[in-house]
């Protein structure tokens, strides 16, 4: 679990050495801990077309504009303080969604400067373990996904929601992360080493691997119909592109998040390493001494950095 293209995909840069202020610098930028209003855990972050907005413990909800973090929402959408565990974004970086603990969902509206309430949808209060969104604002579909693998489908009309009825597409596993293309492809990873695919919106699904992976998948990127990249345990990057899949060790600890586009790509460990894809392919780059876990890492555009998250209220962000 976890902006296209201006959302989730290309990172790019090289790190060099922490210095005594406390950020990693090189020619090209440095990566800088940013001030926020929060100790809790962050979950994820996604870059709209406002600034970038960050979720995680208690159901905070923070936004970063003009250069500076501060609070949207306190305790999530329905003000319960349910943990926020994934967050994504419309393809045209206006709406916001997050989803969590005992049902929790919502919605904000990042130029309206206003949050919607969506908690139990289907009258489900599953804890969702990840979100994935497809679509313009006011008419995206939504994807939500339980830690027992059922997936819920839904889609918007103006205000309102519709939902279908829910798919498993996994046998039991824990799904890890879902995502989708601009063309609504969907694929998800479970903690058993499988990536499923759905070509249909979500309605059936099937499974394109990974055999002999062996490792817990933590996260998936999905670039093109039929292209994907998952990561997970023991540094291992995995990239289906259609037909086969390879394989790449970047590392040795678990990699916690991933974010792609066609030609690049970043990826982090919760300890604080970072790697970097490009047309040579993955590379590692020194480490980041976070001092806490890092959960999840989003792309930067023209208005924000490249930002990574993590325990503690753990923000990086790389500035040049």
Do not use: K
Request: aromatic fraction near 8%; proline fraction near 3%; charged fraction near 25%.
């Amino acid at each position: 679990m976890s902006d296209r293209p201006s959302r989730r995909r290309v990172l790019a840069g090289a790190l060099a050495s922490l210095g005594a202020a406390g950020c990693l610098s090189d020619p090209d930028g440095r990566w800088v801990r940013a001030d926020v209003p929060t100790d809790a855990t962050l979950h994820g972050v996604v870059a709209t077309r406002e600034g970038a907005y960050a979720v995680g413990e208690d159901g905070i909800v923070l936004a970063r504009a003009d250069g500076g973090w501060s609070v949207r929402l306190p305790s999530g959408p329905a003000g319960a303080r349910n943990e926020l565990r994934s967050v994504d974004v419309t393809d045209n970086g206006r709406t916001v969604w997050f989803a969590g603990d005992s049902g929790a969902l919502g919605a904000y509206d990042v130029v309206a400067d206003r949050a919607v309430d969506f908690t139990a949808p289907n009258g489900l209060t599953s804890s969702w373990e990840a979100i994935a969104v497809g679509g313009l604002s006011g008419s995206e579909r939504l994807f939500l996904v339980n830690s027992s693998g059922f997936v819920l489908r839904g889609r918007r009309d103006g205000t309102a929601l519709e939902w279908a009825g829910a798919t498993e597409p996994t046998t039991g596993s824990s799904v890890a992360a879902l995502d989708v293309t601009p063309l609504e492809y969907a694929y998800l990873c479970d903690t058993d080493g499988g990536v499923y695919e759905s070509d249909d919106g979500g309605e059936t699904w099937r499974r394109l691997g990974v055999e002999g992976a062996s490792v817990t998948f933590h996260d998936a990127a999905a670039v093109d119909p039929g292209h994907v990249s998952v990561v997970g345990g023991n540094g291992v990057i995995y990239r289906y592109d259609g037909g086969t899949w390879s394989r790449t060790v970047v590392g040795q600890q678990p990699l916690t998040s991933i974010v792609r586009d066609r030609y690049d790509g970043l990826a982090v460990s919760a300890a604080g390493g970072v790697y970097e894809r490009s047309f040579d392919g993955w590379e590692e780059l020194e480490a980041i001494d976070a001092g806490n876990d890092l959960r999840a890492v989003t792309l930067g555009t023209s208005r924000t950095p490249r930002i990574t998250v993590g325990e503690s209220g753990t923000v990086l962000e790389r500035r040049f």
